[in-house]
Structures are given as C-alpha cells and as structure tokens.
C-alpha cells in the first residue's frame, strides 16, 4: 500500500479574478508566494517522493513548501479547459447558451468547448498513478485532485461532491494495487514558526 497526497497550489491573480486557468501557465501572485513561504510538510510526509504538475504555479508550490525542487510530469497538468481558459467562470455560468455546468451536473464525459473530459483526465492519470513505488505528494491542480478524490470516493461527478477542497491541506488517498481509498480527513500544513 502507497500513500498519496495530494496539494493544491498558491492562488494566482486568475484564481482571484474568477478566470478559469486550465493549462493556462499562470504563476503564483505574491501574497501566495508570501504564505506558502510561512508552511511545512507535516511529519510523516518529509522523506515522500514529491512530484508537481510541469505548470509554474504547482511546481513552485512544491518547493516553496517542501524546500527542495519536485519531479514534474505532464500528467498532473490541470485538466484542458478549451475555449474556456482565461474567461470568467461567473460570466459563463450567466449565459445560457454556454454550455457551462456546475461540477456536480458534469458526469465523466462533460467536455468544455475543445476541451477535455474528467474521464480522459483518468484516463492520463491512472497509469501515472501505478507507477508510484511509495509514498508520494502531488502538488498539483483542484481538476486533478477532484478526478483522483471522485475515483477514491466512489463519485460520479452527479450530485454534491463528498469531499471538499481546501488550500494548504494534504489530501491522502491510499493506493493498493487499482483500489483507491481517501482517508477521512485532510492533513494540514504545519506553520514554519510553529516547528
């Protein structure tokens, strides 16, 4: 059995602003520089293999927090938003005729407009994920993290979501062969002037 956890990046000025990022290379502002400077792995998680999405917002997460610079793969790149990237998800949500969904209407094959379903997002995602060979962070994006967490929750992407994503937390699934199985809580970074 592997553990895996998973950390979302530092906000961007896109997060802030609403506009979806998708493979947007969009790096981290500094507020979120800033903060992510002030956190550490918790114990237990130092010595873990740690790997980031090759976009400058995770990878700079990665050793920002961990001290120490992550393997990338182009696997954990944010799931492919199309003709969406760099709009206003509000303003899409506003207009009908957008096709816009909120996540919990999506199923695995909602696709955005040249863009990419969550089951095609498995599909890149699940060979990476039998090649890890021992416990591991992955800093990474919330598309990549929703697509890991729906698969360890049993989730369809129909319906409210059983798990909540929050910045500056661990989410750890346990890997034993193809099997994923969330642990109930997230762990939070620990604070640097607290170690």
């Not at 507020?31 to 873990?48: I, T, V």
């Not at 709009?87 to 816009?100: E, N, Q, T, V």
Request: aromatic residues 8%.
């Amino acid at each position: 059995m592997i553990r895996l956890a998973l950390l979302r990046h530092g906000h961007t000025d896109w997060n802030r602003a609403g506009r979806i990022q998708g493979r947007s290379d969009i790096p981290l502002d500094e507020a979120a520089r800033a903060e992510l400077r002030s956190y550490a792995l918790p114990a237990g998680w130092q010595q873990a293999e740690l790997w980031s999405s090759t976009l400058m917002r995770a990878s700079e997460t990665a050793e920002l927090v961990a001290g120490r610079k992550p393997r990338t793969t182009p696997e954990l790149i944010e799931m492919n938003w199309g003709d969406w990237e760099g709009l206003h998800g509000l303003d899409l949500k506003a207009d009908p005729g957008s096709g816009f969904r909120d996540i919990e209407n999506w199923g695995w094959d909602y696709r955005p407009p040249g863009g990419e379903t969550p089951a095609e997002v498995w599909d890149r995602l699940e060979p990476w994920l039998a090649s890890l060979t021992r416990d591991s962070i992955a800093v990474c994006h919330i598309g990549i993290m929703r697509m890991i967490l729906a698969r360890a929750h049993g989730w369809n992407f129909i319906g409210p979501a059983p798990f909540r994503i929050k910045r500056n937390r661990l989410f750890v699934v346990e890997i034993s062969g193809s099997v994923l199985t969330p642990l109930a809580d997230p762990v939070r970074l620990h604070r640097r002037d607290t170690l």
